[in-house]
């Protein structure tokens, strides 16, 4: 497995403004993901981060919105602009595709909650 | 489009006994791998047990198996000796295994362990 950490662990913020959520993991990996987790639901993918090359978004997810780095193979870094209410959730990022691991394993992250007020 | 399907929102076991949390899903793929994950309260969500569609052995991990049944497109979870340490969120969630790695998650069960 891989060990994942994101920074910060949770955040309360003001409308209108943003915030940068970071993910680092232990070890190279190929494929970096971003969820989002709502109260009480289930995970919706927003992104893949790719290393080296523009993220690929999910239906209903766009660039402006949630702007994605991916400098390296071991971190990533997910934005979320211009926020409202509506964005309080929990931000997971996972890991996948490592080399030693045949089956394509995602690990997740430990989430970032965040509240918009 | 592939769907994972949990019909049991909410479900309670005694400690020491056993339950079984159930998990359908839907897809086209011949090859494809199948997980469950756990997220305690509050907590990281880890990687409980996965299986591989291929594999026609059930996957077993320490008091976790799963009933894999290829043609009926299920997968549940069994988890024997039941311990408080269990109660959390079980999500169950799908991969093909061709393409990159993304997966598709049912909607969850929220396990309840009583003394």
């Known amino acids: 497995s891989a060990v994942i950490s994101q920074k910060p662990s949770r955040d309360i913020c003001q409308r209108g403004t943003s915030l940068t959520i970071q993910c680092q993991v232990d070890?190279?990996?190929?494929?970096m993901f971003w969820y989002r987790q709502q109260p009480g639901q289930s995970l919706t993918l927003i992104a893949t981060?790719?290393?080296?090359?523009?993220?690929?978004?999910e239906s209903g997810f766009v660039i402006d919105k949630f702007p994605i780095s991916r400098p390296n193979l071991t971190f990533s870094t997910l934005t979320v602009s211009n926020m409202s209410p509506e964005d309080s959730s929990i931000y997971l990022c996972?890991?996948?595709?490592?080399?030693?691991?045949?089956?394509?394993?995602?690990?997740f992250g430990p989430g970032t909650r965040l509240t918009v007020l | 489009a592939q769907t994972v399907t949990q019909s049991q929102p909410e479900m309670s076991v005694q400690e020491a006994e056993t339950v079984t949390l159930s998990c359908t899903y839907d897809?086209?793929?011949?090859?494809?791998?199948l997980f469950w994950y756990k997220q305690p309260p509050s907590r990281q969500m880890i990687l409980v047990i996965r299986?591989?569609?291929?594999?026609?052995q059930n996957a077993t991990e320490n008091r976790f198996s799963v009933n894999f049944q290829k043609a009926a497109k299920s997968f549940s979870l069994k988890i024997s000796d039941s311990q408080l340490g269990d109660a959390a969120m079980y999500f169950c969630a799908y991969r093909p295994s061709s393409g990159y790695s993304t997966l598709t998650f049912g909607k969850g069960t929220m396990l309840l362990v009583s003394p």
């Open positions: 996972s890991v996948g595709g490592k080399g030693l691991d045949p089956t394509d394993t995602q690990y």
């Open positions: 981060a790719n290393q080296g090359s523009e993220a690929t978004y």
């Open positions: 070890s190279q990996v190929t494929m």
């Open positions: 299986q591989e569609a291929y594999k026609q």
């Open positions: 897809t086209s793929e011949s090859d494809y791998y």
